[in-house]
């Protein structure tokens, strides 16, 4: 193999050298023209009523799993997925270091911790979350997805009065 001699190695060593305190420059550039960057966080918690809404059953689950994925409109193709963990409170966090403009991103379910409380379904497994700062949505950073639940596969025994507690606070008139 051909290896270039050492007096040409030194310069394109001094350029390498220019190339990387280029980047440097450019990474800390100031925000505004700022690429993305932004923290999604949310709760996992265990739906035992298969309610859709939080209740007083309703847990928290520590050391479930999501992902956050987007999408090109149109196009199937996945341009990111990106996994995290939630801490003993519930909550995930998951950094993304791009802008995802004309992507639609969503949180989505992976896992559950607890056997008896894992069972999702479509549609109810995900919460989607811009990631974009060209949507009008001034504060920078930080986006909060929606509470997303994992359901009981048997609703709790108690779920009928639990449930119609929660009715009863939403309709002020009962027929
Ligand atoms: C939740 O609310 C129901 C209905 O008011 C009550 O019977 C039940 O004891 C409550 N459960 C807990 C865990 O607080």
Redesign the pocket.
């Known amino acids: 193999m051909a290896r270039p001699r050492f007096a040409t190695t030194a310069p394109l060593l001094a350029l390498a050298v220019l190339a990387a305190v280029a980047s440097v420059a450019v990474a800390t550039a100031p925000a505004g023209k700022d690429p993305g960057g932004f923290v999604v966080t949310g709760r996992v918690y265990c739906d035992p009523c298969r309610a859709g809404f939080e209740?007083?059953?309703s847990k928290s689950i520590p050391g479930a799993t999501v992902s956050v994925e987007c999408r090109h409109y149109g196009a199937g193709r996945e341009s990111l997925k990106a996994e995290a963990t939630t801490d003993e409170k519930g909550w995930y966090k998951v950094e993304i270091d791009q802008d995802h403009q004309e992507e639609i991103c969503e949180v989505v379910l992976d896992k559950s911790s607890d056997p008896a409380c894992s069972e999702t379904e479509k549609t109810r497994d995900r919460s989607r979350v811009p990631l974009t700062s060209n949507n009008g949505l001034k504060q920078n950073g930080i986006r909060y997805a929606n509470p997303i639940a994992f359901f009981r596969k048997e609703p709790l025994a108690?779920c009928g009065?639990?449930l119609?507690?929660y009715d009863l606070q939403d309709a002020p008139e009962t027929p």
């Open positions: 209740t007083n059953v108690d009065s639990i119609q507690k």
